[in-house]
């Protein structure tokens, strides 16, 4: 079965500066793909980027980078020059079958992440 | 970009009643919608998977008598809570997944947070 990890439940950066959120993922599956989802204080998720396993290089969409380590079974976000609407939780999640064949999406603890003025 | 909406975003009920909430794909059809439910800082987990058309698939520990999914079209899921409960107060949000280049798309829903008294 798939599963992800996310050991950090909270985690401090300075404006402007960039943090690194850590997810690591267990899956007997040679195809799958990786997202990062931010989820702010009223609840919606936002999608900010996806990784397929086969994909050559690393993902990225504007400040947001994933720092994909197939061998080490790591998916970890890299968010530059972090700004104070950053400050959210965020999952990073994984693509699975369910019972009836459709994908879904496991998603890890999450991490809080607070960017400090 | 697609919109999923969900309606309503917030409702309080007495104990005992049915509650009934909606999950729309806006400016896209869905191949599939999906169930969350999210406790108060703890991640998202997946109630069921709905076709249109079809039965839902439930997740190992939901109740199918209990929630209540149906999927009359390709744009719109609705979550009854039967007979709710206290313990079922939670933040429910669903999400409808379309077909990408390479992977299913899941776009959520703004969530409808759920009280019972």
């Known amino acids: 079965a798939q599963k992800i990890t996310q050991t950090q439940p909270g985690m401090f950066v300075q404006e402007k500066e960039a943090v690194t959120l850590d997810c690591t993922y267990d899956?007997?599956?040679?195809?799958?793909?990786l997202f990062w989802y931010k989820q702010p204080s009223s609840g919606e998720m936002i999608f900010l980027i996806y990784q397929g396993s086969y994909d050559q290089q690393n993902a990225t969409e504007g400040r947001y980078s994933l720092n994909f380590q197939k061998a080490r079974k790591s998916a970890n976000l890299v968010i530059s020059a972090s700004q104070l609407g950053d400050s959210a939780m965020y999952f990073c999640?994984?693509?699975?079958?369910?019972?009836?064949?459709?994908?879904?999406?496991?998603f890890g603890k999450g991490t809080k992440l607070t960017v400090n003025p | 970009g697609a919109v999923v909406s969900q309606h309503p975003s917030w409702v309080i009920c007495k104990s005992g009643t049915s509650v009934k909430i909606e999950c729309r794909s806006l400016?896209?059809?869905?191949?599939?919608m999906f169930w969350y439910r999210q406790f108060p800082k703890q991640s998202l987990m997946l109630m069921a998977t709905?076709?249109?058309?079809?039965?839902?698939?439930?997740e190992q520990g939901v109740e199918k008598d209990k929630f209540l999914i149906n999927h009359a079209s390709l744009t719109l899921s609705t979550l009854t809570v039967t007979s709710a409960h206290p313990e079922d107060s939670s933040f429910y949000i669903c999400s409808a997944s379309r077909l990408a280049e390479t992977y299913n798309e899941q776009f959520f829903g703004p969530g409808t947070r759920l009280t019972v008294l």
């Open positions: 709905s076709n249109e058309g079809s039965k839902a698939t439930y």
């Open positions: 400016d896209f059809q869905a191949t599939t």
């Open positions: 899956t007997s599956d040679p195809s799958y793909g």
């Open positions: 999640a994984m693509r699975a079958l369910t019972q009836g064949g459709s994908e879904k999406l496991v």
